[in-house]
């Protein structure tokens, strides 16, 4: 019998099984899949010769979390790749924004727009400088991340104060105009927003906005050298390392739970796995509440507050491989791992508004990743390994276009959808399609099918709006890892701090786990040996 069984094998069940195996636990993954790895695989299912990412691509969180560092996954064969630049957003009058890892190269992007917006952009730059330690810190740490925020609160009093505040809490349309005065900076930090569901004119948006592209800016955004999968297997060969097990092809139905207390899982086959200490759920809120775990076990208001609760937008994903580099208008776009095609900050609205009024976009906005670009390995020199993902409703009421899309994504329906998106991506590279050797559509229910937490391709475990996070996340009073059921711990992107491949909540709920599970009389040294170390390790504790 395992001290631990996780459920899921995505990036934050492996990161909650790591730690666990760390600290001395025995441990053991089951995952629904039959490979490991959640929204971070990769395969050569569109053309033998190229790899291509199922899901997420590029991985900033990552390179920023203390959390990933304290594993030191190098040691077990994740190595890294930049594209020469972070992102480019081009327009179709030829000019183009660039972000950059350095920031005078970022700077000179938006200064060819306007006089005085490179100086605004160091300005920006200079804040989250001063910032930064303590806003990751309170990212990566359970919430209430009380330490943090008190040092975030004294450090911002010397970055502006509320005025400062009041900036991160702007939607990101206003707080463009606020801090420049050309389009180039609009244009970087509204489509860095709508990484997650966040339109232009959402609160919060700016501050959402700002931290992703002062992320690129810092640690760029790294891709995993092979296919993104590389992250997972070194997870994978670590856990194992510290004999822990992953058992695929099997889906967990149940959580048993014996006199209030979860005490193992039972899979579709019939198999029970009983857990000694604990049970981690790398899923997402209603399938853990909804479905693995009976009702009686659960508060009336936890099951009224989940009706409330939201996903994130869908997503419509698009695989390709190409015969050669993509024939930008916009020449700096050639270099950069991301580009984000929209032309302007108004279609970014427009963008939004229509996936708000339940219709499916005209002009998606795509996110359009170069992974050749970025890491040579992924196809044969002189080709380019690509994607690009669009954003849809969860709920479909009308097609915005002229073709009559109405959800149900038929093999009709994704053709369409796919041709609609490469006509967004010919608009910014006249001639892509010719160079289209092959392509593969993962619509909203093929990720969903992928991986059982993309609902509808819902990426992020939930809206990152502001009313489903911190105190919100996942559902009012729910912002901890721990459940109403003792010894089951939430572990997915669903928890504080979302989504994101970053193992945050994963690690959140192994630290919750081991507290729990301190024998009595422990002291104090022994109690923080048993805590993350300042890279981000758990050591075992053991009482003498």
């Not at 952009?121 to 991340?145: M, N």
């Not at 508004?353 to 670009?373: C, E, K, N, S």
């Not at 911190?470 to 979302?498: I, K």
């Not at 690690?507 to 048993?530: C, F, I, S, V």
């Amino acid at each position: 019998m395992p001290d631990a069984v996780v459920i899921g094998a995505g990036p934050n069940g492996m990161v909650a099984a790591n730690l666990l195996a760390d600290a001395g636990w025995s441990v053991e993954v089951v995952e629904e899949q039959p490979e490991p790895g959640g929204g971070v695989r990769h395969d050569r299912g569109v053309d033998p010769d190229f790899v291509n990412d199922l899901f997420s691509s590029f991985y900033p969180l990552a390179a920023a979390s203390p959390v990933v560092a304290g594993l030191r996954l190098e040691d077990h064969g994740l190595r890294w790749s930049h594209a020469p630049h972070v992102l480019a957003h081009p327009l179709s009058d030829g000019r183009c924004a660039v972000l950059d890892r350095r920031v005078d190269v970022t700077a000179d992007s938006l200064e060819a727009f306007h006089p005085g917006d490179g100086a605004a952009w160091r300005g920006l730059h200079d804040v989250w400088e001063r910032l930064r330690p303590d806003i990751l810190d309170a990212l990566f740490t359970p919430f209430p991340p009380l330490k943090a925020t008190a040092r975030l609160a004294v450090r911002l009093r010397g970055a502006g104060g509320l005025r400062m505040a009041r900036t991160m809490i702007l939607p990101v349309r206003r707080m463009g105009e606020e801090e420049f005065r050309g389009e180039g900076g609009r244009l970087l930090l509204a489509g860095n927003a709508l990484h997650a569901d966040l339109a232009p004119e959402s609160a919060g948006s700016g501050g959402f906005g700002w931290l992703m592209s002062m992320l690129g800016q810092t640690y760029g955004f790294p891709a995993p050298v092979g296919g993104s999968g590389a992250l997972i297997e070194a997870l994978t060969s670590r856990l194992r390392s510290r004999g822990g097990t992953v058992r695929c092809g099997q889906r967990v139905s149940r959580v048993l739970v014996r006199e209030g207390r979860a005490v193992g899982v039972r899979t579709a086959d019939g198999d029970t796995v009983a857990a000694r200490r604990a049970v981690l759920a790398d899923v997402s809120v209603p399938a853990l509440y909804g479905e693995l775990v009976d009702s009686e076990h659960l508060p009336s208001q936890l099951l009224s507050d989940l009706e409330r609760f939201q996903w994130d937008f869908a997503t419509f994903k698009v695989d390709w491989a190409l015969d050669g580099p993509v024939p930008w208008q916009a020449e700096r776009a050639a270099g950069a791992g991301t580009v984000h095609l929209a032309d302007g900050v108004d279609e970014l609205t427009r963008f939004a508004a229509q996936v708000a009024m339940h219709q499916v976009p005209d002009r998606p906005f795509a996110l359009f990743g170069q992974m050749t670009t970025a890491d040579a390995s992924r196809s044969p020199r002189g080709t380019e390994s690509a994607w690009a993902y669009t954003h849809v409703p969860q709920l479909i009421k009308s097609d915005a276009g002229d073709e009559g899309l109405t959800g149900t994504w038929d093999t009709k329906e994704q053709e369409l959808m796919a041709d609609r998106v490469e006509r967004q991506v010919e608009r910014f590279a006249p001639g892509f399609r010719s160079l289209i050797r092959a392509r593969r559509i993962l619509a909203p229910p093929t990720l969903q099918a992928l991986d059982g937490n993309l609902h509808g391709g819902a990426i992020n475990g939930g809206t990152a709006a502001m009313h489903q996070q911190l105190v919100f996340r996942p559902v009012p009073g729910a912002g901890r890892p721990e459940t109403p059921v003792r010894g089951l711990f939430l572990a997915s992107a669903a928890a504080h701090p979302g989504g994101g491949v970053h193992g945050a909540p994963g690690a959140n709920a192994a630290r919750a786990a081991l507290r729990r599970n301190q024998p009595a009389g422990l002291t104090r040294l022994q109690r923080a040996l048993a805590h993350r170390d300042r890279r981000g390790e758990v050591r075992p504790s053991s009482p003498r």
